[in-house]
């Protein structure tokens, strides 16, 4: 614990968004970033509880408070206050492969359950997780971790989304040979095509990706398993496979069928905005439409979000 008296001095001060109107016109990410001595300021809020309930992913009543990766809250905040950046990095990376990532679209149940937030606003876990990572790789101290010693085993994993992205980042680092077998043209399930742009920068995902190739992981693009590869020909060339492969189909709305001019499913939504900015390809134009979003959870916001940017006069959401 930095400042005894930190959770007294400061209030809570969470990444500011940019402007409304700068940031409807583009998708281009949408916080804007603090200075060191706020994000200290934010880290010395942190009261290093006795029993830290941010990082305990304690079940209740089936449902999970706190951090599922168990990722060392306390001490990381107490590291960013000390300007320990290589320190906070280390303890960060123990639990968490890839912050870069859960530092901008994890929905923080750290801070849900965060004991500042008993009688007042919990810690500003979620930024300071990225800022950790953020001035990491701009100090260059993400380095590519190659393991000292290969098993000579190999590991097929099928599909290159967030599961099979983690689950090849730790079979490479154990000494596995790891090939990762993706249908799509770019690397990140949902993290690329799922996420809209604003939240999650794609340039975010291929920066890890260009670091995992470094440290001997192999990517096949545009190869689905089963269409360019049987699962027999996947035997015999590994051994052993790993399924990571997502859920892409669904749930229908009950009335509507797929092929109704103008409806269509968010994911698709979504992933045909990003692949046209992707490529530089012309948007999908909404001016003079009226848009209706059934859902108002994450992903609803997210094609609320798209809609609007894509220049929609209206929206009415459903919840
Ligand atoms: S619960 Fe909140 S105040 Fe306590 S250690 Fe975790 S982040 Fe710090």
């Not at 001060?13 to 109107?21: G, L, M, S, T």
């Not at 923080?108 to 990225?130: Q, S, T």
């Not at 971790?145 to 590991?155: E, I, L, T, W, Y």
């Not at 992707?278 to 059934?294: F, K, N, S, T, Y």
Request: hydrophobic share 35%; charged share 25%.
């Amino acid at each position: 614990m930095g400042k005894s008296t930190g959770f007294l001095q400061y209030g809570r001060a969470e990444n500011p968004h940019r402007p409304v109107q700068a940031r409807i016109k583009d998708f281009e990410e949408l916080y804007e970033t603090q200075s060191e001595t706020t994000r200290k300021e934010q880290a010395a809020r942190c009261m290093n509880c006795g029993v830290p309930f941010c990082q305990s992913a304690i079940e209740l009543k089936g449902m999970v408070t706190g951090c599922p990766l168990h990722n060392l809250i306390p001490e990381w905040n107490d590291e960013i206050y000390q300007g320990n950046i290589a320190y906070a990095l280390n303890r960060l990376l123990k639990t968490n492969p890839f912050p870069e990532f859960t530092g901008r679209v994890c929905p923080a149940l750290c801070e849900k359950a965060c004991i500042n937030g008993l009688d007042g606003e919990p810690v500003c876990v979620h930024d300071n997780e990225k800022f950790i990572i953020e001035s990491a790789f701009e100090q260059g101290l993400m380095k590519p971790r190659k393991p000292a010693v290969r098993s000579g085993k190999r590991v097929a994993v099928i599909g290159a989304g967030p599961s099979g992205l983690a689950l090849a980042d730790a079979l490479n680092q154990r000494g596995h040979l790891v090939c990762v077998l993706e249908r799509e043209e770019e690397a990140g399930g949902l993290l690329m095509y799922g996420i809209p742009n604003m939240k999650l920068d794609k340039r975010v995902i291929q920066r890890r990706v260009e670091l995992m190739k470094e440290e001997g992981v192999t990517f096949e693009m545009n190869t689905s398993v089963g269409r360019d590869v049987s699962f027999d020909q996947l035997k015999e060339r590994y051994d052993a496979i790993a399924v990571c492969a997502g859920a892409k189909k669904p749930r229908p709305v009950a009335g509507f069928e797929d092929d109704i001019h103008g409806v269509a499913y968010a994911v698709d939504f979504l992933s045909a905005t990003t692949r046209r900015l992707q490529a530089g390809a012309p948007l999908p134009d909404l001016r003079e439409c009226h848009v209706v979003i059934v859902g108002g959870g994450d992903t609803g916001n997210d094609c609320c979000a798209t809609a609007i940017r894509l220049g929609c006069t209206k929206i009415t959401q459903l919840e």
